[in-house]
């Protein structure tokens, strides 16, 4: 890491050196974030950045919503931690607002840390309660990296070479742009049939995936997959988890929690990210049946659920609502869909556009044939980007996939300036 470029970034090379082990940086010449406000990030020389990826679609309502700032600030004044030890009214409001929210019989909340934990803890809710250990979960798949959750990722990268714990079956990834099977969900799921009866005893603890990818490149599942699935897996004897970490709170425009796109009723759900707008936050919604499964042994997590993360999650709720977050989503969304359907037009290289609402993915291929990705010219692309001042993020496997998943925030006027930056990026190839 000590390069020119990363030392002209401003950070001393000694605090670099205390990192290095854990870092990841996003850029050649990387770049020091100091402060935010809604769609923007300030570099520690007071430039101004567009942000199209919002710390890896963590933060939803807006860098700094005053909002959540100041519920944040104000619990902090009060009451900042006892555990889950005494009850709390900041913490019990919360998990019924998030109740409230939830379709069906998702009515009993468990607030963890981050959405490694909320997995986890919806693996062993999923085990517990069915009695079966194997789980299906999806190639391309990302859902932590926790030892638990790592298993369940479908790509090579977040792989440690160690065991990855046992009883997780990849199915085929219903990708609708690279897949075999094109849109066609109920052909992908019958490779979830074959799975089941070859790979595990025929009886499953359950099945995880989210309705669009994030990590894995804004693939959205192709069309009918999961009502197929969530049958097999039914009938198979497990339950079905909805990973909504990236995907829920409005974020894809049509719909509040992305299974809905999908018809399906989850019996599992996790949320990280978006939902705390930043602040470390994670809960897991199940029924009160599955919940029960864990009533045999105690459950204690030191912050889940503490006083100053619930209320900085009851501000986003409330701003999400207020500001009618999720037709705004729908609305810029539609409207950015469309001018990067344009720029695929007259850019051979983009070999598609995807995704809904906030949550858009950019695909650029060598050759739109062979869909060769073009891994060298989007990591270009990204930096031209952010030289112009715009921050985007990337993904896929192959780091050939653009993802535009902005704070909620994000207007018009900020669509169309991405994608003209991403013009003339492009255009420099
Ligand atoms: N699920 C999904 C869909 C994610 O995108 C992520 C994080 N990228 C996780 C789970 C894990 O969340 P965390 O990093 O908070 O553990």
Redesign the pocket.
Known sequence: INTPDVLACGCPPEQLAAMAMALFLHFKKPVMIVEGKMQYLYDERGRRYLDAFAG?VTVSVGHCHPEVTEAVARQSALLQHTTTIYLNPQVAEYAKELADRMPGNLKVVYFVN???EA?DMALMLARLYTGNWDVVCLRNA????SIGTMGTCGQHTWKQPMPQGFGYHHALNPDPYRGAFGDDGPRYAADVADLISAATPGRVAGFVA?TIQ??GGAVSLASGYLPAVYKMIREAGGVCIA?E??TGFGRTGSHYWGFERQGVLPDIVTM??GIGNGLPL?AVVTTPEIAASMAGRLHFNTYGGNPVCSAGGRAVLRVVDRERLQQHCADVGAHLLSRLGGLAQRHDIIGDVRGAGLMLGVELVKDRRTKEPAKAETAAVMETMKDLGVLMGKGGLHGNVFRIKPPMCFSRADADFLVDVMDVALSKL
């Open positions: 890896i981050s959405g490694s997995n990302y859902h932590g990296m989210e994030g990590v990973d970490v990236q990280a990210k994670a």
